[in-house]
């Protein structure tokens, strides 16, 4: 018999599911610590372009949580979610491979949208499906994850400049910590088809 406080299992995996939303937001926005000084020096940039590079997926993240709302009433909370993380694997793959800064800087307002959108959409799509009696811990797991997806690049940041020399790492070793982004998108990408859509939607 299910304990009262125990969530059903259907709504702990989905609730597990939309937090992954909230690993993806802080490894995004933290994996620019481990890169930005090979940025700069790969890209030859002066201070202000610097601060543009760093700072650029936070206007992408502005844009995602003003529309966020909108399209979740619009289209459902999963879908949503979808497209949130579709932009993540969009910009993990274009931040990894520009050829100039400007496309760097694009890649990462596209990653910042859906930063943005998942900062909005995760605790909303778990506080929707989680019984009332347990929706604050459920809805604490995406805190949880944006926690923990800090601590994460930080480690997947260390092991990749460590992998090679500071030529290497200015040359290639940046692309890798953003591409690293790619693997939770898809994960999470992935994990997002099987499970049910918010029933308040």
């Given at each position: ?27 995004d ?27 650029s997926?936070?206007v992408?993240?502005?844009f ?10 619009r ?6 979610l ?9 910009s ?5 491979i ?50 923990g ?6 480690f ?7 992998h ?18 790619a ?19």
């Amino acid at each position: 018999m299910t304990h009262p406080t125990s969530p059903p299992r259907i709504v702990l995996l989905s609730s597990l599911v939309a937090a992954l939303a909230g690993l993806l937001f802080s490894y995004d926005t933290a994996v620019i610590s481990g890169a930005i000084g090979f940025l700069r020096t790969h890209f030859a940039l002066d201070a202000a372009s610097t601060g543009w590079a760093a700072s650029s997926a936070l206007v992408g993240c502005i844009f995602g949580a003003g529309i966020a709302g909108e399209i979740s009433d619009r289209f459902g909370r999963k879908r949503a979610l979808i497209l949130a993380a579709i932009l993540y694997l969009v910009s993990a793959v274009w931040s990894a491979i520009p050829a100039t800064v400007s496309e760097f800087v694009v890649a990462r307002i596209i990653g910042g949208v859906g930063v943005g959108m998942a900062s909005l959409l995760s605790p909303l799509y778990i506080s929707e499906i989680a019984p009332a009696a347990i929706r604050g811990r459920l809805v604490s797991y995406n805190q949880l994850a944006i926690v923990g997806g800090i601590l994460l690049v930080y480690f997947v940041n260390y092991v990749i400049a460590g992998h090679g020399s500071e030529a290497w790492n200015t040359e290639t070793g940046w692309r890798w910590m953003f591409g690293s982004e790619a693997l939770p998108a898809i994960l999470f990408l992935i994990a997002l088809f099987p499970i049910p859509e918010s029933p308040r939607w």
